[in-house]
């Protein structure tokens, strides 16, 4: 199933195995690491979370025209196409897109003072979005270069800027300067 290099760095398969392999290791480096250095979980967990979705997203498509490139720039065309595949891909669809960039929003504003509101991370998140989204066009790889994807993935990594705010929202009076990590908070 995975023989060759191209079977484990190739394929979203071959990706997806890597990641969850590496985890073990990529959580105890991480444990011994942190303890001389408390905001490596945050950068981990950016890097851990979005470099296998950006590797899967720069994959060639199985495409029979490789050298395709193809771009929609209408809002909610691609959307309204997926929903009509069917729930199940039309699920896969928007819950990949929406995690493509979860982690940095998660975690961005844990680790970066100026990442620290909602607006800023989705900022962040569009602009990675369609970085990724104009390499699949000039790389040509089968794909569809879609503002739809760039809106949900931007979208994705917001609702983790959301999901993380308890823990990297200031107080009204914290005296605490907005550069410090979060733990040095917690220790005040």
Known sequence: MLEGWHGWFGTI???????????????LLTWV????????WAEVGIVYGTVPWVWMIL???????????RVNLVPLRDLITVLGDGPVTA???IVGNLLVFAALGFFGPLRFAALRSVPRVLALGAACSILVETLQYVLRLDRVSS????LINAAGAGLAALASRHWWRRPEGDP??????VSARAQV
């Open 13 to 27: 398969t071959g990706v997806v195995v890597l990641t969850v392999v590496a985890l073990p290791v990529v959580a």
């Open 33 to 40: 690491v942190a303890r001389r250095r408390p905001r490596t």
């Open 59 to 69: 994959l060639p498509n199985d495409g029979d025209d490789v050298n395709r490139a």
């Open 91 to 93: 699920t896969v669809q």
């Open 147 to 150: 503002v739809d994807d760039v």
């Open 176 to 181: 605490v300067a907005p550069d410090r990590p």
